[in-house]
């Protein structure tokens, strides 16, 4: 494997073609915005590469972790969104934390899984809530904690002027 | 092109003796139509005019993201010309064989003003005129949403125009059989598991506020979706996703596009306490900051689901587009909007 060019290099190498060698060449304003939007996607692109495969493993233990204590947060709460929540902690919840990151396939796949695990409790924790069970609100806090700070790491990680070209 | 559009407009005024299209050049920006500015030269006899105009077309059925009538919004925009002051462009016709056009498409009068909103703010090269603008923009939309809804719901096409199952027979009926709509549509998005979007929905259902009237809604109620100068509005644009509505849903989504877009409609009126003061006096509505809260999350949602079914199909690569992938940007600030209306616990500063 050559480490120069780096894949960072060539996107980057891409992009200033782009505004160098093509832009001003470029005369239909919507093929204009179409290198614009190209350049966006290329630089978000690249760092999405610097921050992936750490991100991946970081959400992965802390979705775990989310699963773990948002069935501690129910208790001792019975019937079969409770059940599933307690259920979901035994499987999805029980992985081990990665560390280092094993393969990557299979890395992508247990983080789906373990969002759609997440889904899948929101959706129980608003069936307790609405049957006025306090603990659910508990529990959907320690969720939206979890969930508060992926949203906010994926804005400043993989957002490039907030896909707001040409919009007044 | 030219000869399609000349031989449409030939149809729409047979009493021109010629009519030549000139001038044709696509309008770049927006994400659900294509475009296109145009001068028609038309001759009558000894007379001779220029009239600007709009081709607004359909994009493939692949790619769009709201599937929405050409015809429905022809209807619309002559209905709110003919029984409200609201400026709109006129519409000259719509042509839903593709054949003409390649898809379906409709010709608008191109209105006057600038469509730059953003130097309306930040000390931007207009921000003179943002008081005066953005008061006559809150009288237009109050305007809106006390109009008859029966004259402008023509043939009953805004009641439901996404066919997604959404009944106006009483506020409560249309706010239950949105939230099934989003939920449904939660699934028919679901590119990746967004949680947050599942939190926002979930939580809109529980948290339903005190009816009100319904009303015809803008739809697409935000900062760039209206023309101005000499500090008044000079049209309102982009109908497309006109419907039967609750009326907080237009101030809902122009406050979350505020702070999308940098801008700042909702608080540049210093009437009447306001934006929202002004609004609720115009219509006596007596809306609450809180219930304009609510609404910027149900508006947000309103377009998130066929935003987010439109990126699915691009992610399981129906078509090849480029632009779902600079999309999903605005998507990633929504995700964290919806956390910030949520009241997640965030990192301070945020």
């Known amino acids: 494997m050559f480490t120069t060019p780096s894949p960072d290099d060539m996107i980057e190498g891409v992009i200033a073609a782009l505004q160098n060698e093509i832009l001003p060449f470029v005369t239909n304003p919507k093929a204009q915005a179409a290198v614009l939007i190209s350049q966006a996607i290329l630089q978000m692109a690249r760092q999405s590469i610097a921050a992936h495969d750490n991100q991946i493993l970081d959400e992965h233990n802390s979705m775990s972790a989310t699963l773990r204590a948002i069935a501690g947060a129910i208790g001792d709460t019975t019937g079969p969104a409770a059940d599933a929540i307690r259920q979901r902690a035994a499987t999805l919840g029980a992985e081990p934390d990665y560390a280092p990151l094993p393969d990557m396939a299979e890395a992508v796949t247990r983080h789906r899984a373990l969002s759609l695990g997440l889904v899948d409790t929101l959706m129980d924790l608003d069936l307790l809530q609405r049957s006025g069970i306090g603990a659910a609100d508990t529990a959907l806090l320690i969720l939206r904690e979890h969930l508060g700070g992926r949203a906010v790491r994926d804005v400043q990680t993989l957002v490039v002027g907030a896909g707001m070209l040409g919009r007044g | ?350």
């Open chain 2, 1 to 350: 092109m030219h000869e399609q559009l000349a031989g449409f407009l030939k149809r729409q005024w047979p009493d021109a003796d010629t009519i030549t299209v000139e001038n044709l050049e696509p309008i770049p920006g927006g994400y659900s139509r294509e475009t296109f500015r145009f001068d028609a030269r038309v001759r009558r006899g000894h007379a001779e005019e220029v009239v600007p105009l709009i081709l607004r077309k359909d994009p493939p059925e692949a790619v769009s993201i709201l599937n929405t009538s050409r015809q429905t919004e022809h209807e619309l925009i002559e209905a709110v010309r003919a029984h409200t002051s609201i400026p709109v462009s006129r519409s000259y016709g719509y042509e839903l064989d593709r054949e003409r056009f390649g898809e379906a498409a409709m010709i608008i009068e191109r209105m006057p003003g600038s469509g730059l909103t953003s130097a309306l703010f930040n000390g931007g090269a207009d921000a003179a005129q943002a008081d005066s603008v953005c008061t006559h923009l809150c009288e237009l939309i109050a305007e809106l949403h006390l109009a008859d809804v029966e004259k402008l719901n023509v043939g009953g096409k805004l009641s439901d125009p996404r066919n997604v199952g959404i009944d106006i027979s009483s506020w409560d009926r249309y706010m239950e059989t949105t939230y099934e709509y989003y939920l449904q549509g939660y699934h028919w998005g679901d590119f990746e598991p967004l949680p947050v979007l599942m939190d926002a929905y979930l939580t809109l259902r529980r948290a339903k506020p005190r009816p009100l009237r319904l009303s015809l809604v803008h739809g697409d109620f935000n900062p760039v979706n209206f023309l101005y100068g000499d500090g008044r509005v000079t049209a309102l644009i982009d109908w497309e996703n006109a419907r039967v509505g609750d009326p907080r849903e237009d101030l809902g989504w122009m406050q979350a596009m505020d702070v999308l877009s940098n801008t700042n409609i909702m608080g540049s009126v210093t009437k009447e306490g306001g934006f929202l003061g002004y609004y609720n006096k115009l219509t006596g509505f007596g809306i609450t900051q809180e219930e304009v809260n609510y609404f910027c999350l149900f508006g947000t949602a309103n377009i998130a689901v066929p935003i987010s079914n439109a990126l699915k199909r691009r992610f399981q690569k129906e078509h090849m587009e480029l632009t779902p992938f600079y999309i999903i940007q605005p998507s990633i600030v929504n995700v964290l909007n919806f956390a910030k209306m949520l009241g997640y616990p965030l990192p301070a500063g945020v």
